[in-house]
């Protein structure tokens, strides 16, 4: 099956949606049956019409994800998509799925590794339908941070003159990475995390404030931190010698040493060893 034969397929459900909306179907529920098929139609023409390097990185991608496989092998398996195919759509899941496994793990040091790669990429991170419907998705943290968006009413944000889906995963990333940072004692680089989670969250949001009060936080340790730092090495200077007292004392001991009071000390101690051998 061609493009064309896809571009069709798409243009003729784009019609029954429309009629649907028009009324021009007698009967309505016979709409949704038909756009399903159109759909099935259409999606072997539109993975057909994937990039060879796609279309191999989604195998194996979904690959990492049978049962059979045991945790270390399919940790292997990401991490080859990962390097492999790094600009692929599916990198961003591979990242994302392997900083959950290294977050529950408990390995804080492979999940900053994984989460830090996701947020230096050029585009925020973004999970395809495949990684949704896994078990380690449906777990995970974007779920809840769904519902509670949608119970707050931000679920939606504005971009332009539309309203769009807002995806938590962005700010999730930022805020694991932040936790991650701050546990293992990187509290500026906590700090820097928070303050991009509070950049993406939806503005005026519970997130956005959770994060701030957090921020805030972090910020008056950090102050804190950097003032006792300064002054334990101002005290650490007060107690230590000044080098000019230390080569001032040298002289003095050795005066002493060559002065005349320690050569007649010498004379009187020859003197008497010289009379007890005389006696």
């Known amino acids: 099956m061609t493009c064309s034969v896809a571009t069709s397929i798409l243009w003729v459900g784009r019609g029954v949606f429309l009629a649907y909306r028009s009324g021009a179907f007698a009967m309505r529920k016979l709409a949704a049956p038909i756009a399903l098929c159109l759909l099935l139609l259409a999606l072997p023409a539109l993975r057909a019409a994937e990039k060879p ?24 398996i990401l991490e080859s998509v990962v390097k492999e195919y790094p600009d692929s759509e599916w990198a961003d899941d591979a990242l994302w799925v392997l900083a959950e496994i290294a977050d529950r793990s408990g390995d804080r040091r492979k999940a900053i590794l994984f989460r830090r790669q996701l947020t230096e990429k050029k585009e925020p991170p973004s999970l395809e339908p495949f990684t949704r419907s896994q078990f380690v998705y449906r777990t995970s943290r974007v779920p809840r941070a769904l519902f509670v968006l949608t119970r707050t009413g931000n679920r939606y944000v504005r971009r332009g003159i539309k309203g769009v889906a807002f995806d938590p995963v962005p700010m999730l990333t930022h805020e694991g990475l932040a936790r991650d940072y701050e546990q293992t004692g990187h509290h500026e680089l906590a700090l820097e995390q928070y303050r991009r989670a509070i950049a993406v969250a939806p503005p005026n949001g519970l997130f956005a404030r959770v994060y701030t009060r957090r921020a805030r936080r972090l910020e008056t340790k950090v102050q804190a931190l950097k003032k006792a730092k300064a002054e334990a090495e101002e005290s650490g200077k007060e107690k230590t ?17 060559n002065s005349p009071e320690s050569g007649k000390q010498d004379a009187n101690s020859d003197s008497s060893t010289s009379q007890k051998k005389v006696d």
């Open 53 to 76: 390097a796609e279309v191999d990185a989604r195998l194996k991608y979904e690959g990492a994800f049978q049962k059979r496989l045991k945790a270390r092998e399919r940790i292997t």
């Open 241 to 257: 010698p000044a080098p000019d007292n230390v080569e001032k004392e040298q002289p003095g001991d050795e005066q002493q040493e």
